[in-house]
């Protein structure tokens, strides 16, 4: 079962952040916190990931809450680009390597 | 630049007819995956390789078979195809055994049972 809870959907202007929110309330002490996006018809794409304390990288920020049961995945100048599925994933922390995904957020940039 | 490549990008198959799916990557990774995902859905693990150990999601149905011949190839075979099988299947690769490692997915391939 997902571990993650996240809104189905989401628009944002072009230009502004836009801010996903996600719900891992039942994350345990070692599981990471990821995000892959999906563009229509293309194969997922890491985007960023974190344990507990907030990251940052080329494509994103990522917050996440102190107790580690939500975060907030931020795209800071969305492009049209930007259109997506974004699903919040929690990392297994054993061999198996698996990610649990969730059922993501379409996030729709509108000019 | 390194990847993970899979053709064809669109597969045609027949109710019943054995299908096989390939997957190749340039990444030297040594685990690959293979994901199927539903209109609509998130991508369900089917099975992984870490390096030739197989190891198989416990609901993944008998049909569905793989083969890794070496480092750079991983397939995907489905004996009997059945029209819920339609679906998109995605390869991916990660680096050895690392936690925070992260899965690289290759474009994937749209089968269609006819």
């Known amino acids: 079962d997902a571990k993650t809870t996240q809104p189905p959907s989401m628009d944002c202007a072009e230009g502004r952040a836009a801010n996903l929110p996600c719900n891992h309330s039942?994350?345990?002490?070692?599981?990471?916190v990821y995000w892959y996006r999906q563009i229509h018809s293309q194969g997922p794409q890491y985007i960023i990931h974190?344990?507990?304390?907030?990251e940052t990288n080329e494509m994103a920020s990522l917050i996440i809450t102190e107790d580690r049961k939500s975060s907030t995945l931020i795209l800071p100048h969305a492009t049209l680009r930007d259109t997506a599925v974004y699903y919040c994933?929690?990392?297994?922390?054993?061999?198996?390597?698996?990610?649990?995904w969730g059922a993501g957020t379409k996030l729709i940039i509108k000019p | 630049d390194a990847m993970v490549i899979q053709n064809p990008r669109y597969q045609v198959t027949q109710f019943g007819k054995p299908v096989t799916l390939s997957c190749s990557q340039t990444?030297?990774?040594?685990?690959m995956y293979w994901y199927q995902q539903k209109s609509s859905q998130a991508p369900k693990l089917l099975f992984h390789?870490?390096?030739?150990?197989?190891?198989n999601e416990a609901d993944t149905p008998d049909n569905f078979q793989s083969r890794r011949p070496n480092t750079s190839f991983c397939f995907l075979d489905i004996r009997s195809p059945g029209l819920g099988d339609a679906a998109m299947y995605l390869c991916?690769?990660?680096?050895?055994?690392?936690?925070?490692?992260?899965?690289?997915f290759g474009p994937g391939t749209r089968l269609l049972v006819l």
């Open positions: 991916a690769t990660s680096r050895e055994g690392h936690t925070q490692e992260t899965q690289y």
């Open positions: 990444l030297n990774h040594n685990v």
């Open positions: 390789y870490y390096d030739k150990d197989f190891n």
């Open positions: 039942t994350i345990s002490g070692n599981e990471y």
């Open positions: 974190g344990l507990k304390n907030n």
């Open positions: 994933i929690v990392r297994v922390d054993d061999s198996n390597y698996q990610l649990i």
